[in-house]
């Protein structure tokens, strides 16, 4: 609802209280999520949603069918798509789901389900360790990706490491985390749902050009089974982050305009549904060809197997960072928006410009200096999948919707978050494990910024 400030500067009894009130719109406006900017398209949803969804962790996807084989591998992908389908309508549909009110933030959605502290306090806390994880992990990825394509193209230089590529990949962050809010990243969001299309195409295509590897086996790898049940583990995980798209779903809502005619929820279902299709086309075609085509010979990135042609495999991974840059910022933002709400509301700061540029970039060298600390990839991949993710993504969304919509007990409705939340629990619980177990053992004999 457009907010109009009275002309009549006694409406609310003095000037003073007047003042206080315009104050109060103009932080509302500066901060990133905010009802001023409520004009995006439906088509704003679908890239949004692409860029959030398919990251780097698609690349992964054949190396998890390694540790999972051919039958759990087909099944954990294709339900998760289902379930985390299902689990985004039910948020799409709650963003509105009070009349004349609409829940832009997760944590809002939290408060108005278990009530005001104690859904803040089961919200944010896995909502930012999501949004933080997956920024690191997008530093990681980014930075290895810049690597690898700058190796391919001038060959290995033993002078700069990975460190320096993960420093020039974050570079670009301080300079884009000063755009104020969703609208204004649907150009690098667009660019960034344009590469991931490209890049998944590429290591599919290539994959088929390249043909069934000779010898090529199928089997798990590991002899001991300690490690191929926590490998299981760890590669669920891994999957379960690559649909993490809830996280920001109602920050993404909140720029679209709504009526009582016409709701928000049908443009963003709308472009919900484009992107599960683009998601679709970008994931099945990887994780199984891939697996198909190179078996447990396959890297933990299948750009790293596909060295061939060197031209396109080096495409690839810059289409790699282009869209790794726009999915940063679609993540940050929520974050950016929790930390000006914080600073300017709480702590009282004056909206300014240097606030956001201090605040952000604080942001932004922080989860550099993290992912240059613990650049372990896969191993980050299933631990936060499975302890932030699946709870935020699987499940969470199904709790809240038998609390606040209770459908009939027993129902078709009630049955399916019942079995939603159950596997989503037995999700976070083993993904955690076995991707810290994986940590752990990447962690031996690192030697810090190397």
């Not at 003095?14 to 088509?43: G, L, M, V």
């Not at 959030?52 to 698609?58: F, I, K, L, N």
């Not at 306090?121 to 920024?135: F, L, Y």
């Not at 001038?154 to 884009?176: D, M, P, Q, R, Y």
Request: charged share 15%; hydrophobic share 50%.
């Amino acid at each position: 609802m457009e907010i109009i400030v009275p002309s009549n500067k006694n409406h609310f009894g003095s000037e003073d209280e007047n003042e206080r009130y315009e104050e109060e719109i103009e932080k509302d406006n500066w901060i990133a999520i905010n009802s001023s900017t409520r004009n995006a398209k439906w088509w704003y949803s679908a890239f949004h949603n692409v860029t959030a969804m398919v990251g780097a962790g698609v690349l992964c996807f054949p190396y998890s069918m390694t540790e999972l084989g051919w039958g759990p591998g087909v099944t954990a992908i294709t339900l998760s798509w289902i379930i985390t389908l299902y689990t985004l309508w039910q948020m799409v549909e709650m963003h509105e789901t009070i009349e004349g009110k609409r829940f832009d933030r997760y944590h809002e959605l939290g408060q108005y389900a278990f009530g005001e502290k104690l859904g803040l306090w089961i919200v944010v806390p896995q909502q930012i360790m999501v949004i933080v994880g997956v920024d690191i992990v997008y530093m990681i990825s980014g930075g290895s990706s810049l690597k690898k394509f700058h190796d391919l193209l001038t060959g290995e230089n033993k002078h700069l490491k990975l460190t320096h590529f993960i420093t020039i990949f974050a570079s670009v962050h301080f300079a884009l985390s000063q755009l104020p809010n969703f609208n204004s990243i649907s150009g690098v969001s667009l660019a960034a749902t344009i590469m991931s299309i490209s890049y998944s195409t590429i290591a599919w295509a290539a994959s088929v050009h390249k043909g069934v590897q000779p010898n090529v086996q199928y089997g798990y790898k590991s002899k001991n089974k300690v490690d191929t049940i926590f490998t299981f583990f760890s590669a669920l995980g891994s999957i379960a982050f690559a649909y993490s798209g809830h996280n920001v779903v109602l920050e993404i809502q909140s720029a679209m305009p709504s009526t009582p005619q016409s709701p928000s929820k049908k443009p963003m279902w709308k472009g919900v549904i484009a992107a599960y299709v683009i998601v679709a086309f970008c994931y099945f075609p990887v994780a199984f060809i891939g697996y198909w085509i190179f078996g447990n010979s396959v890297d933990e990135i299948i750009l790293v197997t596909l060295n061939k042609p060197t031209w396109l495999i080096a495409m690839a991974n810059l289409f790699v960072v282009i869209h790794l840059v726009g999915s940063y910022q679609i993540y940050a933002m929520p974050v950016y928006d929790m930390m000006e709400v914080v600073l300017v509301k709480k702590l009282k700061f004056k909206p300014s410009w240097y606030l956001r540029f201090l605040a952000r970039n604080t942001y932004v060298a922080f989860t550099m200096l993290v992912a240059l600390s613990f650049p372990f990839f896969d191993g980050l991949l299933g631990f936060f999948g499975g302890f932030a993710f699946a709870p935020t993504t699987y499940f969470l969304p199904c709790i809240i919707w038998l609390v606040t919509q209770k459908p009939r007990r027993y129902g078709l409705s009630w049955f399916t978050n019942w079995v939603c939340i159950v596997l989503g629990v037995a999700l976070m619980i083993v993904a955690a494990m076995g991707g810290l177990r994986k940590v752990i053992i990447d962690a031996k004999g690192y030697k810090f910024y190397s």
